[in-house]
């Protein structure tokens, strides 16, 4: 066993982690943040996204000490169903929710372009979310999603 601070959400926290846990596997099993999924488990799917410095990463590569001192976040920092972020949000308002297994990640990593792109384009947009698999979607809905959500942020709703 081995401690580390982890940063997530704008909290420290300390935890014991086994050597070779994965930040996956901190977040869900050591601090109960659930948004990031285990898909393939290889870096493929997506589901696992989070946002670490600014940047999305796919958190079944990252071994849980390469993540101290970097700022995580995680779907639980962006807004909740009392609170939802805008890009939560028109997710909801565009229908492009459907089994929500992919949602988390494809939320977050549309955060990590509009952070940098705030009026991207529809291909920019697909670019974006490229490493993230949705099974139900077709994706189109997603994209509508996170053009609506840059407007709003702009306040041009
Ligand atoms: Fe991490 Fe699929 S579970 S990319
Ligand atoms: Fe089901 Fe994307 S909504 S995988």
Known sequence: MKKIELNVNGKVHSVEIDEDMRLVDVLR???????????????ECGACTVIMDGE?????????????GKEILTI???GDEN???????????EGAVQCGFCIPGMVLS???LLDKNPSPNRNEIREAISGNLCRCTGYNKIV??????????QGGK
């Open 144 to 153: 509508n999603a996170v053009e609506k959500a840059a407007k709003d942020l």
């Open 76 to 78: 639980e920092g962006l």
């Open 56 to 68: 999305t990463v796919a958190s079944c590569l990252v071994m849980a000490f390469q993540a101290e």
């Open 83 to 93: 609170n939802l972020h805008p890009i939560q949000k028109a997710f909801l308002d």
């Open 110 to 112: 549309a955060k990590a």
């Open 29 to 43: 099993d050591k601090l109960g943040l659930l948004g990031a999924k285990e898909g393939c488990g290889e870096g």
